[in-house]
């Protein structure tokens, strides 16, 4: 089968065009009662209006034994092209649910929803792969005949006697959101059937015959019209409460299922359902089974996780209960969950032993108080289940040798005891081989202790009951003794395997609780979704001892592995795209489903209360272990642990990212109030001096000359508010990155004492550097801008004839830079605001005001540079600028020479 | 430089092609220092962002056209406020005594002369000075206009021969 596995890549894509797809496909089923009624007919004639009004009709797939009407209907319609399957030496025909999701038409039409793939499609049924086509946004019709209805399933088959295998789960064909009916008289589909219009399968020619006989095929119409009538009933009903969303619903009541191993239960299911359905509204029901401590072997398990399996496809919410007794622990669940109608399956146990043992039907009955209790009377047996090969505990042939070697050790040390005369009575014997069965049923189980109380029994026999050596028996009240040690071994060994037993699940369920209640506490006390992600896979992959990865959704949406990289589940090339799909449906797929069984792994959903967060992938050795219920329910709770704890840390990101984004936005708001304020001033100036100049023409020489001034000045101030805003947005924004080399700082002061050398006309600046300073790696132009500010400052805050001087010196691995002055000093307790932005300590000595920026950007400039700066007042007063800058060791030398 | 259909550079660059002797004063809003360099690179003398006072303006003119004046002379020495060059015994005095320069520090001396009031880039100095093959960094030529700083100017703070044109390059002032 070169093409049975699917191309991951292809998979992929589709998921992503899937996912691009915003809006569900509607679904319309053609409904009909038998095959001949003419359902694909019907939908090939909508079809054709349909393409006749304009619509993008594509046939996506047709069964190819369409009659000559049919293929005549076909005619001129766009048809897939169907993929073809090798599989046994015979080639299928199969819908290409991937050529479907790649061609998009509005409308497409898939026959036969029932229909079961061949192996190596995607899915396992093409009701799922309908639901791909719905998640991506086309507009699926289909037929269905009604005995492909999973609820009605097993009437039908009571019914006509032909147990169809191909069903549709309820939820499929109840969502549909159109349904049109297909109907003919029984009499016109026998005709139709004589004389040869209707497709019959050739292998189950007898069967088929026998399905359709008059009586047969009215019961089945009375269903599909009673299905169409309820379906109308429906749409009626969710069309009046849209209406009146206020009208009081009906008390809540609650129906529940009790399930075992037992090939009854589907059919209690399926009966259960229908009544749940019946019921307006649908009423929720519950499937129960009770876990009895250690009583439950493989199969029985495996029979109960298909029984829960059937029920959760019909709806119903599923539940294992551990307890003593069936009947108590049934009866206190429904009470606590406000149950009040309780089905059970009859159960076909020997008369004698429903007599003296009970049954629990007999049980329920009698303690269901006012809960009503339905009994279900089975079918002889059920062909839907065929009992999978059980995982029975292997008790290997050593422990039943290890119990006859521990009894003919027993004999030994027993005859050694009266050949010493320490123990003569024989009761003494009997209670040594009681013990040693006991031992035996502790230590290897039941059938060994049964083995061991037999063996003890002919031994005793044998070496201790005259005459000796023989099995004869001389007293026939031996007789006695013997029957009751065997029956005491037989209850001593049941007894204490069952103990053991219960011990052993006890001990199973505590090492589960208390990994969940550890899981629970890591997961809480971490942060950040890949610790959490890779944190929880570590605990599953230890609890479930197999490997585990986990996929998670970025911010983006994109899906990406973050725990088990390296593990085997990553390196398979379904399990991505796997991933992809159970993220998108939020259902669980892989090994052990239905969904994707191919897959490497067991996904689950991890599914939060706003989305989905991401999959994880469990694979273990023995892969039948995923369909036990008690490890799908430990996988399940541990997953829904950590999709909360994800859930958690990103409320706590949100959260975060909500402050800041309010602390921006506030910082934003106070520097637009203040930038439009400091813009406005000098434009008001200028404009205010300009319109003076231009309307007064008698002014006088003096006068004209200051308004020039003022227009010159407020230009200059407004172009250095501009520069100095523009660079602080640079900064901020991260786009400025220094562009680093090595200076000289005596240069990068000297230039800007140039550029500041008409403010500081007035001033006594003294730069004292050392020569030898090492080169500083900077951006020069950004430090630069630094001394430029500082200096500006001097000169407006500090009068005239103030002395300012500029000193510097290594200091360790830094280099320190100070910048100092004999004014007035910056004001006590602003020694950090006056960084802040917009902040202005005081008027400058002209009595202008500064932009408030020049600080808060020269501070940004040297903590880009990996410095700091803080300024302080001096003993001697005047304020005293300090830089520190990091010196690095390999700063180049350069010999002048 | 922001032109519609051309790029500023390209128009000075083709324009310096037939267009010598005579000095080209590109005035921009571009600030950027890679912007300055190119274009002088490209053969602008000098680069005056906008805005600017007509003051600044004509004294930039001014130096430009002294300044290619200057190239047309055929000086042999150089005198600069204390400061004289005698390029042809390569002999240095700053108010008259002699300083002694390395053979590098000359040459980059030299240059700055040669091309005094012009802003000459980091690149094109190093060219100058080292040899086109020769690519030094530039804190090679940081070093070494420091040092000279130190032999010729007073405060070497606050220099008054050879300025700093942060980010771009340096310039020989002449007035």
């Known amino acids: 089968m070169p093409d049975a596995r699917p191309n991951p890549d292809l998979l992929l894509a589709q998921v992503q065009a899937a996912e691009a797809g915003t809006k569900r496909g509607s679904l319309k089923v053609f409904f009909g009662y038998a095959a001949g009624v003419g359902k694909t007919y019907a939908m090939l004639e909508h079809a054709r209006r349909a393409r006749t009004e304009g619509r993008d009709v594509v046939v996506g797939y047709v069964e190819p034994h369409a009659r000559p009407e049919t293929e005549a209907l076909l005619h001129g319609l766009e048809i897939l092209s169907v993929r073809h399957i090798d599989y046994r030496g015979v ?20 026959d036969e929803l029932a229909h079961t793939n061949a192996p190596g499609c995607r899915h396992e049924k093409r009701w799922q792969d309908v639901e791909d086509l719905l998640a991506a946004g086309i507009n699926v019709w289909t037929t269905l005949n009604v005995q492909h209805i999973d609820s009605l399933n097993d009437v039908i088959g009571q019914i006509s006697g032909v147990i169809v295998r191909e069903t549709v789960p309820d939820h499929v064909f109840d969502s549909a959101d159109d349904l049109e009916l297909v109907d003919i008289t029984p009499e016109e589909l026998l005709e139709r059937l004589n004389v040869g219009k209707v497709y019959l399968p050739g292998q189950a020619q007898r069967a088929i015959e026998s399905f359709f006989q008059r009586s047969n095929l009215t019961a089945l119409r009375e269903l599909s ?175 039943y040798f290890m119990s006859c070697a521990l009894i003919a050790l027993t004999g030994g040390v027993a005859y050694g005891l009266r050949f010493l005369h320490l123990a003569d009575a024989e009761a003494n014997t009997v209670m040594l081989f009681l013990a040693t069965v006991a031992w035996t049923a502790y230590r290897y189980g039941r059938g060994p202790a049964a083995l061991a109380s037999a063996a003890a029994v002919l ?70 979704s890949s610790f959490l992600a890779s944190a929880a896979g570590r605990k599953i992959a230890e609890m479930v001892g197999g490997d585990v990865a986990i996929y998670l959704r970025s911010q983006a949406g994109a899906l990406g592995i973050v725990c088990g990289q390296d593990g085997p589940i990553a390196g398979h090339p379904v399990s991505l795209p796997t991933a992809q799909w159970v993220v998108e449906h939020d259902q669980v797929a892989g090994a052990g489903t239905n969904t994707l069984p ?139 990155a220094p562009n680093r080399q090595w200076h000289v700082l005596e240069e990068i002061v000297g230039s800007a004492l140039h ?103 020269s501070r940004a400039i040297v903590k880009a540079h990996g410095g700091t700066m803080t300024v302080s007042n001096q003993p001697g007063g005047g304020a005293e600028f300090q830089l520190r800058l990091p010196l690095s060791q390999d700063a180049p030398r350069v010999a002048i020479q | 430089m922001g032109l519609l259909d051309l790029d500023g550079q390209e128009v000075l660059r083709r324009l310096r092609e037939w267009y010598t002797g005579k000095p080209i004063l590109v005035l921009s809003a571009r600030d950027q220092e890679t912007e300055k360099v190119q274009a002088l690179d490209h053969g602008a003398d000098d680069y005056v962002t906008k805005p600017f006072g007509v003051s600044e303006l004509l004294a930039r003119m001014r130096t430009a056209l002294r300044h290619a004046h200057r190239i047309g ?80 100017e007073a405060d070497p703070a606050r220099p008054r021969y050879i300025l700093t044109e942060q980010g771009v390059g340096y310039r020989f002032a002449v007035d």
């Not at chain 1, 500006?792 to 910048?819: C, F, Q, W």
């Open chain 1, 91 to 110: 080639t299928l025909r199969e819908f290409d649910v991937d050529a479907a999701l790649q061609r998009r038409p509005d409308l497409l039409l898939v």
């Open chain 1, 225 to 399: 019209l009673r299905q169409a009538a309820r379906r109308v009933h429906t749409d009626v009903e969710s069309a009046r409460r849209a209406k009146a969303a206020e009208e009081p619903w009906a008390t809540a009541e609650r129906l529940l299922v009790c399930v075992g191993p037992s090939p009854t239960t589907a059919r209690v299911i399926r009966t259960a359902k229908r009544m749940a359905a019946a019921a307006r509204p649908a009423r929720p029901w519950l499937a129960v089974s009770v876990d009895l401590t250690g009583a439950a072997n493989a199969p029985a398990q495996q029979q109960i996780a298909n029984h829960f399996r059937l029920a959760e496809r019909l709806g119903a919410e599923t539940v294992t209960l551990p307890g003593q007794s069936i009947t108590e622990t049934i009866l206190d669940y429904a009470r606590s969950r406000n149950v009040t109608k309780l089905f059970i399956g009859k159960t076909h146990q020997p008369r004698w032993r429903r007599l003296i043992l009970g049954t629990v039907v007999d049980e329920l009955l009698e303690q269901s108080g006012d809960i009503d209790v339905y009994v279900i009377h089975g079918a002889e047996e059920s062909r839907e289940f065929t009992s999978a090969p059980g995982r029975r505990r292997p008790v290997s042939r050593w422990s």
């Open chain 2, 73 to 152: 002379a055929d000086a042999t020495t150089i005198t600069i406020g204390d400061l004289v060059v005698d390029l042809a015994s390569r002999v240095v005095t700053l108010a008259g005594r002699e300083v002694h320069l390395t053979p590098l520090e000359y040459k980059l001396l030299a240059t700055l002369l040669k091309h005094a009031g012009k802003v000459l880039t980091h690149r094109f100095l190093l060219r100058e000075v080292w040899g086109p093959q020769d690519s030094q960094e530039n804190h090679y030529l940081r070093v070494f206009v420091a040092s000279l700083r130190r032999k010729l």
């Open chain 1, 598 to 736: 191919n897959a490497a792994a067991l996904f689950l959903p991890l599914t939060g209360t706003q989305r989905t967060h991401g999959a994880v992938a469990i694979r273990v050795a023995d892969a039948t272990r995923l369909v036990e219920p008690d490890l799908r329910q430990l996988l399940e709770a541990c997953v829904s642990q950590l999709a909360l704890a994800l859930e958690r840390d990103q409320l706590a990101i949100d959260a975060a990212e909500a402050r800041i984004q309010a602390e921006t936005e506030q910082v934003r708001s106070s520097l637009l109030s203040s930038v439009s304020h400091d813009l406005k001033t000098p434009l008001a100036a200028i404009a205010g001096a300009s319109s003076s100049l231009l309307e007064s023409s008698a002014l006088d020489d003096e006068t004209r000359q200051q308004l020039l001034e003022t227009v010159a000045e407020e230009a200059a101030r407004l172009n250095r508010l501009l520069e100095n805003i523009l660079q602080m947005s640079k900064l901020e924004a991260g786009a400025a």
């Open chain 1, 459 to 528: 031994v005793f026999d044998f070496f201790f009951v005259s005459p000796f050596g023989t099995f004869a028996v001389d007293d026939t009240q031996y007789i006695v003794t013997f029957a009751v040690m065997l029956a005491i071994g037989l209850v001593i060994g049941t007894l204490t395997a069952r103990l053991r037993a219960q011990i052993e699940s006890t001990r199973q369920r505590e090492r589960r609780t208390s990994a969940l209640y550890e899981l629970g506490k890591q997961l809480g006390s971490l942060y950040g």
């Open chain 1, 755 to 857: 550029r500041t050398r008409r403010e500081l006309a007035d001033h006594d600046v003294q730069v004292m550097l050392p020569t030898d300073l090492p080169l500083l790696f900077v951006d020069g132009l950004l430090l630069e801008q630094v001394f430029v500010n500082l200096l500006e400052n001097a000169a407006r805050y500090t009068p005239a004839k103030s002395h300012v001087v500029i000193r510097a010196a290594v200091d360790g691995r830094m280099v320190r830079i100070a910048l100092s002055d004999n004014g007035p000093g910056v004001p006590a307790g602003s020694e950090e605001r006056i960084f802040d932005k917009f902040y202005r300590a005081t008027p400058t000595v002209d009595g202008g005001r500064g932009s408030g920026l020049g600080l808060a950007i």
